[in-house]
Nanobody, 127 residues
Framework: QVQLVESGGGLVQAGGSLRLSCAASGRTLNSYAMGWFRQAPGKERDFVAAISRSGGNTNYADSAKGRFTISRDNAKNTLLLQMNSLKPDDTAVYYC????????????????????WGQGTQVAVSS
């Protein structure tokens, strides 16, 4: 079993940047496909970005394309999300998630396919 802990959230002005980190413990991450999701108050949990077990394949929500970059460092057991050009609509709690992946190139963007979740980190973007 893997435990996930997010960090790096905070309050930033529109146009600013944040880098979210997700630290894993319990298992090494190289067996897991991983993703970032977000949930704003009163809204459903939305897909943001996902990355394959190998790190060579990624997928982004349309809202994140061109602004966010997902990456992973399996040696450090860490998942990252670099967020640039932030907008007020990006305000949400951001969650990292992991799921065992048999195929190294699999990218998973459905939240219900993930079985390990962090507790979330708050991102607030002011206008």
């Amino acid at each position: 079993q893997v435990q996930l802990v997010e960090s790096g959230g905070g309050l930033v002005q529109a146009g600013g940047s944040l880098r979210l980190s997700c630290a894993a413990s319990g298992r090494t991450l190289n067996s897991y496909a991983m993703g970032w999701f977000r949930q704003a108050p009163g809204k459903e949990r939305d897909f943001v970005a996902a990355i394959s077990r190998s790190g060579g394949n990624t997928n982004y929500a349309d809202s994140a394309k061109g602004r966010f970059t997902i990456s992973r460092d399996n040696a450090k057991n860490t998942l990252l999300l670099q967020m640039n050009s932030l907008k007020p609509d990006d305000t949400a709690v951001y969650y990292c998630a992991a799921v065992t992946a048999r195929i190294a190139t699999s990218v998973i963007f459905n939240w219900y396919q993930y079985n390990y979740w962090g507790q979330g980190t708050q991102v607030a973007v002011s206008s």
